[in-house]
């Protein structure tokens, strides 16, 4: 029995030339955020379903009269094919045969990596590395700075959480007041923090306090 449209035009948009990049990004990113969480990856089905929210994680309705071990091997060997496409371009990886054995591949790494280096070095030019260090908890400041003046940004996955956040903060700050009142605000005691500094805010992880913190003061400031 062919597989319906559907399927296949799924799996031309999962697979084809100018789409496949993202949605193998998009798969390493789910299996990532995954492995942060639980450490072990998530089954095919549950990677799928992260992809295909609307359609319960399948490329579309099943062909009418279809038995069931047929769907079995269709979904089967359509997760399997496109990860084999995803496999081949150094996103994803898995050993055969293990479950939640699903791991991000080397190209992945390189790129967030890359990605941590720019994040965290834009950052240190806006806050200085050393409250760039701090706001991590990094035990050294100089270990921090030196490795990413090198390429070599290695952070851990609490780490890269928090760098995101005040780099994301950073932004809006920046934005509406301009660096040097951004600059001044990540230092000084907040009154919203208990008097803590957003940078100890955030090293202690209070983003949710600290997201508040920001609006209030840029709607006060709008407010004037």
């Given amino acids: 029995m062919p597989p319906p449209a559907s399927w296949k035009y799924q799996f031309e948009e ?3 030339e100018g789409s496949a ?3 193998a990004l998009a798969a ?10 639980t450490s072990h990856g998530p089954t095919f089905g549950e990677l799928f379903l992260q992809l295909l929210p609307d359609t319960n994680g399948l490329p579309g309705q099943f062909p009418d009269g279809m038995e069931y071990i047929e769907r079995r091997r269709a979904v089967s060997g359509f997760r399997l094919h496109t990860a084999i496409e995803w496999h081949r371009q150094g996103m994803v990886r898995w050993s055969t045969g293990v479950e939640r054995s699903l791991q991000v591949g080397r190209r992945f790494h390189m790129l967030s990596h890359t990605h ?5 070095c834009e950052l240190s030019d806006a806050l200085g590395p050393t409250l760039v260090s701090a706001l991590l908890g990094a035990e050294s400041v100089r270990r921090q700075h030196n490795s990413a003046s090198h390429g070599g940004v290695r952070l851990t ?6 760098l995101k956040f ?3 903060m950073w932004n809006l700050l920046e934005a509406s007041e301009g660096p040097d009142v951004a600059r001044r605000w990540f230092v ?11 940078v100890m805010a955030i090293r202690n ?6 997201r508040s913190a920001i609006e209030s003061f840029i709607q006060d400031a709008v407010d004037e």
């Fill in 205 to 210: 992880d209070r983003h949710v306090q600290v």
């Fill in 116 to 120: 941590q280096r720019t994040v965290f």
């Fill in 166 to 168: 005040a780099y994301a």
């Fill in 21 to 23: 990049g993202e949605w």
């Fill in 28 to 37: 390493a990113i789910v299996i990532a955020d995954v492995r942060a969480r």
């Fill in 14 to 16: 999962f697979t084809g």
């Fill in 157 to 162: 996955p609490v780490e890269w959480k928090r």
């Fill in 188 to 198: 000084g005691g907040n009154a919203r923090l208990g008097q803590s500094t957003p």
